[in-house]
Nanobody, 124 residues
Framework: QVQLVESGGGLVQAGGSLRLSCAAS????????VGWFRQAPGKEREFVST????????YYADSVKGRFTISRDNAKNTGYLQMNNLKPEDTAVYYC?????????????????WGQGTQVTVSS
């Protein structure tokens, strides 16, 4: 089992930055890939970014490419999502997720473990 706890969300003005953290426990952190997803009110959960077990490979949704950076510190059992130049359309609940078997995956269904989410609100 893997437990994930997100933090770092909040209210920020457009153009600002936030760094989300995902603290993991319950299994060796480097056993799994980490993904970030988000869900805005009335919309489906959407892929944001994912990072490989060692952090070597990363992928981003086109909507965040160049603005968001995913990373991980396996020694600290923590994943991160640095979000810069935030836009009002980035407003959503952000979820950290982990998968042991699927690798770098875009689909939410490929992830076995999920955090509770953290709210990010970007004002215009």
């Amino acid at each position: 089992q893997v437990q994930l706890v997100e933090s770092g969300g909040g209210l920020v003005q457009a153009g600002g930055s936030l760094r989300l953290s995902c603290a993991a426990s319950g299994r060796t952190f480097s056993d799994y890939c980490v993904g970030w997803f988000r869900q805005a009110p009335g919309k489906e959960r959407e892929f944001v970014s994912t990072i490989s077990r060692t952090g070597t490979n990363t992928y981003y949704a086109d909507s965040v490419k160049g603005r968001f950076t995913i990373s991980r510190d396996n020694a600290k059992n923590t994943g991160y999502l640095q979000m810069n130049n935030l836009k009002p359309e980035d407003t959503a609940v952000y979820y950290c997720a982990a998968n042991v078997y699927a690798g770098l995956a875009y689909g939410a269904s490929r992830y076995e473990y999920w955090g509770q989410g953290t709210q990010v609100t970007v004002s215009s």
